[in-house]
Nanobody, 125 residues
Framework: VQLQASGGGLVQAGDSLRLSCAAS?????????MAWFRQAPGKEREFVAA????????YHADSVKGRFSISRDNADHTVYLQLNSLKPEDTAVYYC??????????????????WGQGTQVTVSS
């Protein structure tokens, strides 16, 4: 499975962005999870949101609930992360990740076997 993340950029506080993560290759990941994590300079990688393919369930970190939303394109193996009301503290490299099968530890980066290259999101105040 190959993951291609895109959509990052430089925006002002309060603006919106939509990140995309396209999966290709052996997409049996469709039976599992796709997720977004982020890593700010000097900080550990943290969970942002996850999409469970089979049940269409979504999971969001408390820090982004109400502002970010993960969704899926039904026609394609693409997951989106809509980022609204962006804050300077949202500045980070955003990574998409995938795994086959569900895991109750969906918020833990070590649960994911496949990773995209990351896309930079910078929010100025």
């Amino acid at each position: 499975v190959q993951l291609q993340a895109s959509g990052g950029g430089l925006v002002q506080a309060g603006d919106s962005l939509r990140l995309s993560c396209a999966a290709s290759g052996r997409t049996s990941v469709e039976y599992g999870l796709m997720a977004w994590f982020r890593q700010a300079p000097g900080k550990e990688r943290e969970f942002v949101a996850a999409y469970r393919w089979g049940t269409r369930s979504t999971y969001h970190a408390d820090s982004v609930k109400g502002r970010f939303s993960i969704s899926r394109d039904n026609a394609d193996h693409t997951v989106y992360l809509q980022l609204n009301s962006l804050k300077p503290e949202d500045t980070a490299v955003y990574y998409c990740a995938a795994r086959r099968g569900f895991s109750v530890g969906y918020y833990a980066s070590e649960q994911y076997a496949y990773w995209g290259q990351g896309t930079q999101v910078t929010v100025s105040s």
